[in-house]
Nanobody, 118 residues
Framework: QVQLVESGGGLVQAGGSLRLSCAAA????????MGWYRQAPGKQRELVAT???????SYLDSVKGRFTISRDNAKNTVYLQMNSLKPDDTAVYYC????????????WGQGTQVTVSS
């Protein structure tokens, strides 16, 4: 069974930092691109960052320079380091496998809540 388990969210003040983790099981992690997504109340889910199997990265324009995606293939884990957080970053964050502009796995996990206060 495929499992994608997000953790690391919390409540922080604007300007603070968090590091999110996504532990993956049931996939060939080292060969798989990974992505972080987020959904704020009343808004569509959006792709925040991706990392390819070879380490290439891409970011949503609004998080460039603030967020860094990385992976540890030995731990089957992808991370999202979030610095200089803003209230607009408040959302539930999820991981999945990006397939163009859709995702590989339709069953989203619980996600992890990130709340940034002003």
């Amino acid at each position: 069974q495929v499992q994608l388990v997000e953790s690391g969210g919390g409540l922080v003040q604007a300007g603070g930092s968090l590091r999110l983790s996504c532990a993956a099981a049931g996939i060939i992690f080292s060969s798989s691109p990974m992505g972080w997504y987020r959904q704020a109340p009343g808004k569509q889910r959006e792709l925040v960052a991706t990392i390819g199997s070879g380490g290439s990265t891409s970011y949503l324009d609004s998080v460039k320079g603030r967020f860094t995606i990385s992976r540890d293939n030995a731990k089957n884990t992808v991370y999202l380091q979030m610095n200089s957080l803003k209230p607009d970053d408040t959302a539930v964050y999820y991981c999945n496998v990006p397939m163009g502009r859709v995702v590989r796995y339709n069953n989203w996990g619980q996600g992890t809540q990130v709340t940034v206060s002003s």
